[in-house]
Structure formats: C-alpha cells, structure tokens
C-alpha cells in the first residue's frame, strides 16, 4: 500500500515570521492525522526555523531545489547537506518553474536526482506537458522522456523511495486543474513507463498530482487509483485550506 502524500509547495513566498506563523497553526491542525503523510516545501531562508516548530509533529519538510555538487564555488546555489543539515527529508527536483524560468533540462534533473537519493533525500520529481504540448497530442512523448531521462539510472531500492510529480504546465496557478480522469491517465502512464524501467517499484513509487488542487476537488481526485497525493502551490499557503487537503474535505 502506498501512502498518500500531500505536500505543499510555498514556491517564492512567505518571510521567516510567515512562515512559522503558518505551521504554527497548521500543526494544531493537522496534529491527529496519521494516515496521509504531510509535508511543506518553504523557502530556502525559513527552513531552519521551520524545522523548529515541526519538532514532535507529523509535519515534515522539504527543500525546493538542491544543486548537485557537494561543496564549492558555486556562488548561489545550495548543496545536499545543507538542505539535510536545515532538517529536509525530501526536495523538489525539476519543477516546470525551474525548467521554464531556469534553464532545467531532464539531464540535470537526473543529476539533482541521484544526488538528492545518495544523500538520503527523498527527491520529488517533476514532469509534465505544456499546453501547446497536450493540443499537439505530444503528452505521452513529452512524459516518457522526462521520466527515462530524468529518473535513469538510481538502484530499484532507491526508484521505490522516489516520488514523482505529475504537473501539467497548463494547469499550475491556472485555476484549470486536469479532470481526474485526465490525470489518472497520464499517472497510470507513468506508472507502466517506470515499470519498464525499474520493474516492481513501480507498485511503490508515489505519483502526485499538481495544479490547482483545491479543496473543492482534492477527494476526486484522491479517489483514482494512480493518484498518491499532491504538490499543491496556492491552496498551501493558508493553514485553512492545506487542512483541508491534508484531509480531502471541502
Ligand atoms: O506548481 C504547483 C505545485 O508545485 C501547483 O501550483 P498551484 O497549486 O498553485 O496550481
């Protein structure tokens, strides 16, 4: 059985004080659910004092982006022990912002991959197809490649542990988020892809789905069977509405 995972993405939001005022709340919350596991992704700047208020509870965190070198000059960018030593247990790896806005191809997302999984991070990767891509019924090509290319290579214990993310660029921040069965589609797809690839820890590999998840359609969406959680961006930033995806309710 896999379980669940709804992680919020906080992308470029929220100072130190925010942020901590949000679990804060968030912890009370959230504080008797066992069965879906609940992770936040802040900023770089509030994962220490993030890491803090967690202690004893069932919120864990993440980092949004690692560099792959151990240590040096690489003015900017932030390493594997760094990110552990902050308190992160897993890290988003390709994300479509990242891929867009910074230069990220599947060649260094694998990099980031395999250095996130030797440093006994759990890494969360990203896939998925723009607009034009889905009009021009490239999807599944689209798809498959970021996913042979971008997971190659790790052990079939470490393809067990990985988590993959579904996030259609046209539905991340849109309001339009793919009907469950549009999702369920392309997460099966990936499921068969990483079958090929790593055989039976397809069955354990955990698929997300983001864009616009809300609360409104969050239990739809949880219902299908390819569908482990989410990567949720806007719907995370108030305690409120993370609750209630943290608990599929309205
Ligand atoms: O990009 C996302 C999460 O990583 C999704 O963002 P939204 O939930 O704001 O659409």
């Not at 660029?169 to 999702?183: C, M």
């Amino acid at each position: 059985m896999r379980k669940p995972l709804m992680a919020g993405n906080w992308k470029m939001n929220k100072t130190v004080s925010e942020s901590v005022s949000i679990i804060k709340a968030l912890k009370g919350a959230v504080g008797g659910v066992s069965d879906v596991e609940i992770l936040i992704c802040p900023a770089f700047t509030a994962l220490y004092e993030v890491n803090n208020e967690i202690k004893g509870s069932n919120i864990n965190l993440g980092a949004q982006n690692l560099f792959w070198e151990a240590k040096g000059a690489f003015t900017g960018e932030i390493s594997t022990a760094m990110i552990r030593d902050a308190g992160c247990s897993y890290v988003i790896v390709g994300h479509s912002e990242r891929r867009q806005y910074f230069g990220e191809t599947d060649k260094t997302v694998n990099k980031k991959t395999k250095a996130a999984l030797a440093a006994d991070i759990t890494p969360i990767v990203c896939v998925g197809e723009t607009l034009k891509e889905r009009e021009n019924n490239v999807t599944f090509s689209v798809i498959e490649k970021q996913v042979r290319d971008g997971l190659a290579d790790i052990t079939l214990q470490q393809a067990s542990l990985t988590v993959i993310a579904y996030e259609p660029v046209w539905a991340i921040g849109t309001g339009k988020t793919a009907t469950p069965d549009q999702a369920q589609e392309v997460h099966s797809f990936i499921r068969k892809i990483y079958a090929q690839m790593y055989k039976e820890s397809a069955e354990k590999v955990r698929i997300l789905y983001g864009g616009s998840v809300n609360p409104g359609n969050v239990s739809d969406l949880m219902k299908k069977s390819d569908i482990d959680g989410g990567l949720v961006g806007g719907a995370s930033l108030e305690a409120e509405s993370f609750t209630k995806l943290v608990k599929y309710s309205k």
